[in-house]
Structures are given as C-alpha cells and as structure tokens.
C-alpha cells in the first residue's frame, strides 16, 4: 500500500475519547495536590493470552474477571490480523462494547505510515506501535532510522486524534527509555508518549534505574503495561527474568502507583499475564488451548485484584 492510500484510509474516524488529560504539567501540579481524586482510568486485559478465545468469548472473559475493557491484539497471531483490520476491527470493538467493556487502545506492529496494517478506521483513543530493532552496526543510525519512521507514523496518527504510546521492551529500541527518548521529547505531546513498562524497565535498569525511566516518562505517560517478574538462575552465573503473578515479583508496585497518583494520571492500565501456568500456559503465558483460557483469565483477575487493591490505597475508593 502506497503512503497515500494509507494516509487517506488510516484512522479515518477521530478518537472516541477527545485524549488524555493534558500531562505537560503533570509533575508540577502533583507537587501542589492535596487530596487524589479516585481513579478513572480504565484497568484492561491484554488478549495475547487467550487467541483462542472469540470475540464474545473474550469479552465474556474479561467482563466476569473483572476489567473496564479490552487492549486487542491487532497483529499477526493476534485477534484481529492486520490484513483484515477493516473488516474485523470493527466487528471485535463491537463485541466488547456488548459486554460494556472498552476498548481504550489497541497493540499493533505499526512501524510506519505507509505500514498496510494501517489502512483502518478506528474509534480507539491509544495506539501501541511496533517495536524497532539495533542491529548493532552503527546504533545512533539506526536509532535515527527507527526516529524517522516512527515520526511518520506518530504524525499519521496525530492527523486523525490517535495519541501512540512507545512501549519500552527487553531486546528492542527504547528498552532503557533514553534512547528512544531523543525521538520522543521533540514530538507533539498530545498524539506521542509513552506506553510504561515498570517491570521492563527494573530489568533493564536494576535496583534504581526504573526511578530514573519512570521519572523520565511521567510528563507524557499515555498508557502502563502491568506484570512482574524475578531473577531466575538459569545456569552458574547466568541469570535471566522470568515473569511471574503481580505483586511477587521485583517491581515496585505499590510505589509506582503512589506516584501515579500524585502525578494526576489517569490513563489505561493493562495487566500482561504473560507467566507459565503448569499445564495451563506456556512460558509466554499463552493458553495451551481453548479449554485451559478460563484459568489464565482467573490468574487475570487474581492480578487485577491486586493492582486494585493498590490503586484504592494511593487514589482513595472510586
């Protein structure tokens, strides 16, 4: 698909929500807060675990575990592929909304504008885009190559009210938040921010450094990925992250959340069950089949039990 034809077609209905609360002054007014106002954002349940499920399905699933909505996958593999995103999109939104649920972002592979997954009309507030890769040959040209496309795409999705969120991710551009950070800072903060990880950036950044990328990213925080993880020792002297269920791993929750609350944020939260259940899930937490999808959802509400019960204890009852 041309870069014409995918920005004539992409995103051609505005965002169902007008945007996120203006987040340039976050830090200053959350030094002049007194009392937090309950949170409004919306607690959501990422679909990768449960491809299996159907549309209804899944929103059934969700809907009884507890959730304010839904974070599809709209990618390859996921529940609505990219080749099919107008036809199916729609179609998937709809079924959630039966259930009353949201559907307040959306996890593509968009790379760039012209991309043909972008050829969509999305309803759809947040946007989470592919992920860029170093090849480790010269990485300030390659940071500045994965800058230029990514650009693209974030002007793209500025143009029809869609607000891109970068998700810092092990392995990839942006995983310790500073790098992508130079392609970030210069954008518009209306349509482009960030989509924080804590867990991702405690691994990437060990005992203190999650302060510094959380700190970093609160003035244009969009969108959180919630989920845990511990340090496995895999073999003498190697050791590797392994996921595990919210609240007993390493990150720093209860912490974090309390400084969302004073910084004001009220954005959508998704919960990533993306740890092994023997016999349910695989090690990327992705149900071994249709039948085992209703125990991955109840490790799902176990987890958003808990992040509830922090969010009441730093935002007040709702």
């Known amino acids: ?42 607690l959501c349940f990422f679909s990768k675990p449960v491809p299996q499920l159907s549309w209804p399905e899944l929103a059934e699933g969700a809907k009884s575990a507890g959730f304010d909505g839904v974070d599809l996958t709209v990618r390859a593999g ?4 990219p080749e099919r995103v107008t036809i199916d999109l729609p179609q998937a939104v709809k079924a959630m909304r039966a259930f009353a649920l949201q559907v307040p972002m959306i996890t593509t592979e968009l790379l760039r504008a012209d991309d043909p997954s972008a050829a969509s009309e999305l309803s759809i507030p947040f946007l989470k885009p592919g992920y860029y890769q170093y090849r480790f040959v010269n990485v300030l040209a390659e940071l500045a190559e994965a800058g230029e496309k990514f650009r693209a795409l974030v002007e793209l999705a500025g143009r029809h009210g869609v607000q891109v969120g970068y ?22 903060s209306r349509w482009c921010g960030y989509y924080f990880d804590l ?34 020792q895999v073999r003498q002297r190697r050791w590797e992250a392994e996921n595990c269920p919210m609240g007993q791993g390493m990150s720093h929750w209860r912490e974090f959340i ?48 808990y992040l509830k019960s922090l969010i009441r204890d730093a935002y007040g009852e709702a």
């Open 78 to 81: 996921g529940h609505v592929r």
């Open 167 to 188: 998700h810092n991710h092990d392995g990839y551009i942006g995983a310790p938040t500073w790098d992508m950070a130079r392609v970030i800072e210069p954008l518009d």
């Open 199 to 232: 867990s991702q950036a405690t691994t990437e950044g060990g005992v203190g450094g999650w302060k510094i990328a959380a700190n970093l990213v609160m003035p244009r925080l969009k969108m959180i990925a919630a989920k845990d993880f511990v340090w496995k």
């Open 258 to 305: 309390q400084t969302l609350a004073q910084s004001d944020f009220h954005g959508p939260i998704t919960i990533h069950e993306e740890y092994s259940i023997p016999g349910v899930s695989d090690d990327q937490g992705i149900a071994l089949s249709k039948e085992k999808a209703p125990a991955v959802m109840a490790a799902a509400k176990t987890d958003l039990d």
């Open 1 to 42: 698909m041309s870069e014409h034809l995918s920005r004539r077609e992409f995103l051609q209905t505005t965002a169902a929500v007008a945007g996120a609360p203006a987040l340039s002054g976050r830090l200053a007014k959350a030094a002049l807060t007194a009392k937090q106002l309950p949170f409004r954002g919306p």
